[in-house]
DNA sequence: ATCCTCCCCTAC
DNA sequence: TAAGGTAGGGGAGGAT
């Protein structure tokens, strides 16, 4: 039963709920005041422990020790890895813990635990980051203990000292007696840099929080912590052991930005971002006043700065050179990520020394681990997973309220709904361990910030309310932040604090909610009943009164301040605590509501970030909640869709009738690694892909769950893009690509097998030609789940039991040992299931092009280690046992699903042997188009990818004679049906023309959309099922070949096959001239070429087609004018047109526009004549020639004739 | 209509 | 010197 190595867990605790009204005068102050900076010590011990004292209970990432070695044994890696550290400081410290191995218990006063652990390592000793095996560990740290842990450490003689012990022996330079340090012998020995050392309200807290300190890890090996029964409202909450954050990937946000457009009447809306800026520099000056009092403030006074609006921005990249480079940026460079300052020197040296990159970049064997173990943005997506599998734990599906009708997301639900959440929280936590940086600008980031801070790319985590008032921000760089904040201290992450704080905090909510939703580590929505008959003797507003005890009582559990905002549905709970934010919490009233709502941005809208943010200011000039009252319906939906515009519509009314999320099924696993992607050949490309392979399906497996698809992304550095992006090792502006492909077990089961994954990954990334060098980021994702052999998506399998289910007081659930799992499900008499997996882990049914692989490569699995270390790994922590699925579980004949004899490994790679038909495969070329011009394919493939795009733009563009003569083809009732349907849907349904009224341009077209179209179009529209042998010999394809394949088989390829047929026929014509294009539009962007059948027709149009569709549109609709959701549909097509990251082609674009002109003269006669409606078609060609214009601006910096 | 695939977008 | 991950909502376009 081997406590899953790597393993962490939430801990488990108790709780009274007891209130803490009396410290409520105390919340309301803004943490600044800091009567005093006694914490002298816990600051030195700050500095002293550098970098990693992660968390780090033992990645869970297999890698490989230096010359292929493998450890097994994790805690020998850890004190390796500590070692590595270590020497990295170049400091040798005296080694007085040597022989030691010290375990920590729990949260620690003074010091935090990471900051001790690493303390125990620096100076000689082992840190023992869990409890597996007792008698392993010589001494046990803690600060306190609940009653029952307390008399089974005693009882079982553990040397228990206090924090002291460490932190005097470091300072004294020598290791004193534990037992002067005994948590035994003195009751409450009070630390001396007490956790709560801080000003008396505070204080006050801080000893109940001592009390009341949760329990841990131990605990839930199954030490089951007594109850001192006690109050009532007490409940006990069991711990649920879960895995570690350990080791896996990621990806990112942004780093500078140019063309940002400011904010109209700037003035006048405030955004509650805004606000928080506002209140921040209030509190900043009044803190100011009062410091100047009690003692001289080192700091200059802070300026009154314009609030930088801490709204969405833009996630950089994208396509705004942001800083320098864009010729028309020093304007607005109000909001950018990255210093102003170039590279240092030394990061420069880093980044051209081969050595330094060989061992900090995706290219050295341990990156994977190490990054992981670093990454905030991994620990804040793990942990929130193993939140919200510890809430549905927790909470009984009975928590689920049945409601009589379906919410109307209006106060009339009757429901009361909290949203807490934590001010600056990982500053918050940080402080708490360095009291005398209350009240000062505080950030969290990586950078240790120094002098060469300046120029440092380290994104800001998060940070003080105090930095924010100076335009500091979670995500810009430090560089950037002390631009405008120059005095900002930077402190470390303590992933381990963040963790233990958020237990804490999530026992408190859990005990407070009828139904929990887990937003994040720091976040929580839930549902409250009030004891509903309240007396009348209670005040105003009860509800307002229970936030206010939650968060004494929060304060108190972790000396962190947390703001609340309650209302009647989620979207006003929300807003309402960024209204409350910082240190409070507010009750957003009905009434107050339309006032309340109208003066925000739209951004500051859950759910609208950047993107939506231009699309409704670009296309309905909508900026802030009121503007969006007064835009239809029909609109927002014709620019958002569907579901997006009416949720929009309603938000800005306040309303919101989503439930709780509670308890879904986790439908994917994914691991991705976008950063320090720097390789220099296909060995270690292959080497981190596989990792990276085993990576992702141990994580498969701790959710208990196989996978029948995979999906890789890969970033790919724009041709454009400079080697080194601006942001240190970033991935700089990209192209992205995804390819998919099936993957299965023995049988064409489901499956969970790294080998698979690694095989199938990376013959995927074989096939997409990339150059090593120009890999910037790469990730793996594992869909179509199945648990027990059924679909874990609901709409697939009926009947699927998504409720997780739990008896309310659960005890720990002794960690089940190794695999009883599976032994547990077994319910009904499973009826004979056809592929019962062998049991055969090693066991592989390979899909055919692994088999073609060169076997150059050795497979990983072949070394036994690594699979017992991730079995270790993984099964330990994936303790989905009994918990859920133990429901109800349906008919386990699945009604549709099962077609084992008809299954196909892989279509993909089936099609790709097939060497005759090889119709467009997932991302290739077809390789009779490529026969057609005369290319052989097998060159062809061998060709990296830009290479490939562009021989097929010269082919294309030479290949074939200009365009003959344009048909009329002015067909009737031609239906777009996405173009169509939306529009008749609302907008303008007042259309009064009956039957088809013309109108909708389908971009989408393809040869086919003109049916009637001259003969000359191959494939008429198809009608029989399978190809037929015309269309074969035009494919040229193999009658005989095509026949023999299965019927779905045959049906794919037809689809395919007639696709290609339209592509062809459509190449025949040429474009007549095009523009010059420059050197970045030459590179046919990777989307064109990495068009694959189905679903993105739309890449490919051909100039013909649109024309065509284009002179019908002006036909048909001459006389109304373009209805508007037409030419959205155009201008988002031009745009991608000329956007360089899609289709790259500005010719294209330009042509249309001339020729939308030419038509217009025909039609409508002269511009500088026009009126009525022919009036408004040139308006409208003029308004899209300029939103091109900006288009075109925005991809390559000119201003372009257009 | 309703499904599926391939994206984009958002949030922490 | 830095650690730009991840899951789910949903839109567009195509197949059924
Ligand atoms: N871009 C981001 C956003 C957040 N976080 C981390 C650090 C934050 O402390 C934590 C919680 O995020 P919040 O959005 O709740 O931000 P804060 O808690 O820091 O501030 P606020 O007071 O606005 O809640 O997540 C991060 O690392 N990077
Ligand atoms: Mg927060």
Redesign the pocket.
């Known amino acids: 039963m081997a406590q899953p190595s790597g393993l962490d867990s939430f801990d488990a605790f108790l709780v009274s709920d007891d209130g803490f009204e009396e410290s409520l005068l105390a919340l309301d102050e803004p943490p600044s005041v800091n009567l005093n900076a006694l914490a002298s010590s816990s600051k030195r011990v700050a500095e002293e422990s550098k ?2 004292y992660r968390d780090d209970a033992a990645y869970e990432i297999t890698g490989f020790g230096e010359g292929g070695k493998y450890l097994r044994n994790k805690r020998k890696k850890l004190a390796h890895q500590r070692q590595d550290l270590l020497e ?1 400081d170049g400091v040798q410290r005296p080694q007085l813990f040597k022989g030691d191995s010290i375990y920590i218990n729990g949260y620690t006063e003074g010091i935090t635990q990471p900051e001790l652990a690493n303390l125990i390592v620096l100076h000689g000793g082992e840190y023992v980051p869990y409890l597996d095996a007792l008698g392993l560990v010589t001494h046990i740290i803690a600060s306190t203990l609940t009653p029952s842990k307390r008399k089974e450490l005693q009882d079982k003689k553990y040397k228990v000292a206090t924090p002291s012990w460490i932190t005097d022996s470091v300072k004294a330079g020598r290791r004193l007696d534990w037992r002067d340090y005994s948590l035994f012998a003195a009751k409450v020995r009070p630390e001396p840099e007490g956790l709560f050392a801080f000003d008396d309200g505070l204080g006050r807290l801080g000893t109940q929080s001592a009390q009341k300190s949760l329990f841990s890890m131990g605990v839930a090996r199954g030490a089951v912590p007594s109850t001192p029964a006690k109050a009532q409202g007490q409940q006990k909450v069991s711990a649920m052991a879960t895995a570690k954050p350990s080791t ?8 500078s930005n140019a063309a940002v457009k400011i904010k109209d009447n700037t003035e006048t809306i405030e955004s509650l971002s805004e606000r928080g800026v506002r209140l921040a520099q209030d509190a900043l000056r009044a803190a100011e006043t009062k410091r100047s009092i009690f003692q001289p403030r080192p700091n200059p006074a802070p300026r009154p700065l314009t609030p930088t609006s801490l709204a ?1 921005d833009r ?4 396509r705004s050179p942001a800083t320098t480079d864009s010729p028309h940026a020093p304007t607005k460079q109000s909001r950018k ?1 990255l210093p102003d300052a170039d590279k ?1 020197e ?2 420069l040296a ?1 980044l051209n020394d081969p050595g330094w990159m060989a061992k ?1 970049t995706s290219a050295a064997p341990d990156f994977l681990q ?9 620990h ?3 942990w ?2 193993e939140l919200k599998e510890l809430v549905a734990s927790l909470q009984p599906s009975s928590a689920q309220p049945i409601r009589s009708k379906k919410l109307s997301g209006t106060p009339k639900d009757g429901r009361i709904i909290f949203h807490v ?1 934590f001010d600056c ?1 990982f500053v918050s936590a940080g402080l708490t361990t360095r009291p005398e940086l209350r009240g000062k600008a505080v950030a969290v ?3 240790r ?2 002098e ?2 300046a ?5 800001i ?1 998060s940070c003080s309310y105090e930095a924010r008032a100076k335009g500091v921000k979670s995500g810009i ?3 950037r932040a002390r631009e405008m904040c120059p005095e900002l201290v930077t402190i470390p992450f303590e992933f381990d604090l963040y963790k233990s704080i958020a237990s804490r905090f999530y026992e408190i909510l859990l005990s407070h909610a009828s139904l929990l939703q887990a ?5 929580v929505l839930m549902e409250v009943k009030l004891p509903s008959p309240s007396s009348p003797t209670s005040s105003s507003d009860p509800a307002l009164e229970l936030a206010h005890r939650i968060r004494a009582e929060i304060l108190s559990a972790t000396g962190c301040p947390a703001s609340i905002g309650i209302s009647h549905n989620i979207l006003l709970a ?1 807003l309402a605590s960024r209204k409350a934010k910082p240190a409070n919490a507010f009750h957003l009233t009905s009434d107050l509501v339309p006032s309340f709502l109208n003066p925000l941005s739209v ?1 500051d ?9 231009s699309k409704l200011e670009d296309e309905l000039r909508v900026t802030t909640v009121g503007d969006l009252l007064k835009v239809r319906q029909s609109e927002l939906v014709r620019v ?6 009416k ?1 929009f519509a309603e938000f800005a009314r306040g309303v919101d009738d989503r439930e709780l ?1 509670v308890g ?13 992607i720097r390789f220099e050949n296909e060995e270690q490309v292959e080497r981190f892909l596989r990792q990276l392979g085993e990576e992702t399906v141990k ?1 498969l497996r701790d959710t208990g769950c196989k996978a029948r ?1 995979l ?1 890789l992304k890969i970033m790919q550095r724009h041709p454009d893009s400079p080697l080194d ?8 502006h990209c192209l ?5 492909d099936r993957i299965a077990g023995p049988g064409g089961s489901a499956t969970d097998d790294g080998t698979v994954v690694g095989e199938v990954a990376w013959t995927l990334l074989r096939r997409m030609k990339i150059e090593p060098r120009e890999l910037r ?1 790469i ?1 793996i ?1 594992l869909q179509k789940l199945e648990k027990d052999g059924r679909s874990v998506d609901a ?2 399998e009926k009947g699927q039991s998504t409720l997780s289910f739990a008896a309310a007081p659960r005890p720990p659930p002794p960690p089940p040992p190794a695999k009883p799992s599976k032994s547990t499900e077994r319910t009904r008499p499973s009826p004979p299931r056809e592929h019962e997996p062998s049991p055969s882990p090693l066991e592989t049914i390979l899909p055919p092009p692994a088999q073609q692989l060169p076997s150059t490569r050795r497979s990983l699995r072949k070394d036994p280690s690594i699979i017992i270390l991730s079995d270790s790994n993984s099964d330990s922590s994936s303790p989905p046992p009994a918990k859920k699925s133990s429901a109800p579980i349906v008919k386990p004949f699945s009604i549709k699903k099962e077609r084992p004899s008809e299954y196909i490994p892989s279509l993909f790679n089936r099609r790709k042997r097939a060497a005759p038909p090889t119709p467009p495969s ?1 991302q290739q070329v077809p390789d009779s188009e490529l026969i057609h011009y005369g290319i052989d394919p097998e060159i062809y493939h061998a060709l990296p990818r830009d290479v490939q795009s562009e021989q097929l733009a010269t082919a294309r563009k030479s290949k074939f004679a200009p365009k003959p003569e344009k048909r009329q083809t002015t067909l009737k009732g031609r239906s777009s ?3 169509l ?2 529009e008749r849907s609302k907008s303008k349904s007042k259309s009064t023309t009956p039957p088809p009224p013309p109108s909708a341009i389908d ?2 077209i ?1 040869p086919s959309s003109s049916p009637a179209g001259p003969p000359l179009r191959p494939p008429p529209a198809p009608i029989s099922t399978f190809l037929t042998d015309d269309e074969l010999n035009l494919l040229d394809w193999d009658i005989f070949d095509f026949r023999s394949f299965s019927s779905s088989f045959r ?2 390829l037809t ?1 395919e096959g007639r ?1 290609q047929l339209k592509q062809q026929a459509s190449l025949t014509v040429k474009s007549h001239r095009r523009a010059p294009r420059d050197a970045g539009a030459q590179r046919a962007g990777l ?1 064109e070429v ?1 068009v ?1 059948h ?5 890449h490919r149009v051909e100039l013909e087609d649109i024309r065509d569709v284009l002179e019908e549109w002006v036909q048909e609709m001459k006389d109304q004018g373009p209805p508007d959701s037409d030419l959205t ?1 155009l201008a988002k ?1 031009l745009e991608k047109c000329v956007s360089r ?2 289709e790259c082609d500005l010719a294209k674009a330009m042509d249309v526009l001339e020729w939308w002109e030419y038509l217009l003269l025909e039609e409508c006669g002269r511009e500088a004549e026009a009126e009525g409606s022919a009036r408004v078609w040139w308006d409208a060609l003029a308004r899209m020639r300029s939103r091109v214009q900006d288009a075109v601006r925005v991809a390559y910096g000119t201003t372009l004739l257009v």
């Not at 189905?1094 to 739309?1098: D, K, T």
Request: proline share 4%.
């Open positions: 970098q990693d990295q896996s990937a990621m990806k990112a946000a942004g780093e969405k996630p950089s990249e994208p990520w240092s030394k990061t880093l900090h190490k990054y992981f173990s670093q990454s905030r943005l991994h804040l997506s793990t929130k997973e959440d929280f980031c990586h950078s910030g120094g060469e801070a120029s440092s790319t380290s994104e985590s760089s430090l560089g937003v994040s580590i720091d976040e929300r951004d809208l859950p759910g609208i970030g950047w993107s939506t943010r958002l869709g569907e579901k997006q515009g949720k999320d879904k099924a986790r439908q994917s696993v994914s691991t991705e690694v976008n950063y320090a994580r698809s999906n992006p601006p942001k240190f090792l970033g991935h700089g992205t690509q995804t390819s998919s980021g990730g994702q709409v697939r997932t049906k996405a173009a349907s939306k971009l989408t393809s049906k794919q689809s696709e989307r990495e694959r189905s679903a993105r027709f739309m549909k097509y990251d899609k």
